[in-house]
């Protein structure tokens, strides 16, 4: 099988760990992975800042950069969600159109890729640590991924998760949001980390770096400490695989 990594700005930048955890875990389950170097931003920030034209150049880029890819996997769930919105603001487009719509069928955030499309639930990862994780909005609301991350987290070895109140609450950064609402999204991000706090974890774990960066910030503001981990990370730890899954490949509707 063979997997286009859509890698995101904000991992190719800034945590390139974690792009690198995640084409580890997938090689390890025998995917054939590869990089399109045309790639570049979802176009996320702009669309969703009014730049609703200028955007259509960098909309139109990326379908054609992913275009002849068997499947597309991202390490966010706001980034993936972007790449199955596209078929919605190109839906009058003859051209691009269809090739948004054939874009949003093949592509996967990290985690539902494994459990989704591979079918796999052990990774044979092991991590002795007591965690929660972070249930990122654009993942829930616009992909509508509930359970993935949580079952492969419940089948990491030795990895105690506690559940977090208000799991459904944004933590505030929502991208151009904190931007635009700074004082709103600080008041959010406050309340994410006290939630956080009340759990007693030692790792925050989610699958967006955009939101584990804003929540790790507030910590690191307010002198806290915190470990914080992408998904594709916590699933790369002391791998046995003895007790990987073998992919089954599902069939995705």
Do not use: W
């Not at 691009?96 to 592509?107: F, Q, T």
């Amino acid at each position: 099988m063979k997997v286009s990594i859509f890698s995101t700005c904000v991992v190719d930048l800034l945590f390139p760990n974690v792009g690198q955890a995640m084409v580890e875990v997938l090689e390890r389950l025998g995917c054939e992975t590869m990089f399109p170097d045309k790639q570049t931003c979802c176009g996320q920030p702009t669309y969703n800042s009014g730049y609703v034209e200028e955007s259509y150049a960098t909309l139109k880029n990326q379908i054609d950069c992913f275009e002849d890819a068997e499947y597309v996997v991202g390490p966010a769930g706001s980034c993936v969600g972007m790449l199955r919105e596209y078929r919605h603001f190109l839906k009058d487009d003859p051209i691009y159109g269809p090739k948004a719509e054939a874009l949003a069928a093949k592509s996967f955030e990290f985690s539902q890729f494994l459990y989704r499309v591979l079918g796999v639930t052990d990774v044979g990862a092991t991590l002795n640590a007591k965690a929660t994780y972070h249930r990122s909005c654009h993942m829930t609301r616009i992909l509508k991924e509930r359970e993935a991350p949580f079952i492969l987290l419940d089948h990491v070895a030795g990895l105690e998760m506690l559940p977090l109140n208000h799991i459904e609450n944004c933590c505030g950064f929502g991208g151009t949001f904190s931007v635009k609402m700074p004082e709103i999204s600080e008041q959010m991000v406050t309340e994410k980390m006290n939630d956080v706090i009340d759990t007693g974890a030692e790792i925050l774990i989610s699958a967006d770096m955009g939101c584990l960066m804003n929540i790790g910030g507030k910590f690191n503001r307010d002198g806290k400490q915190i470990k914080i981990m992408h998904i594709a990370e916590v699933l790369n730890q002391q791998v046995d695989k003895k007790r990987m899954d073998q992919p089954k490949i599902m069939t995705v509707i």
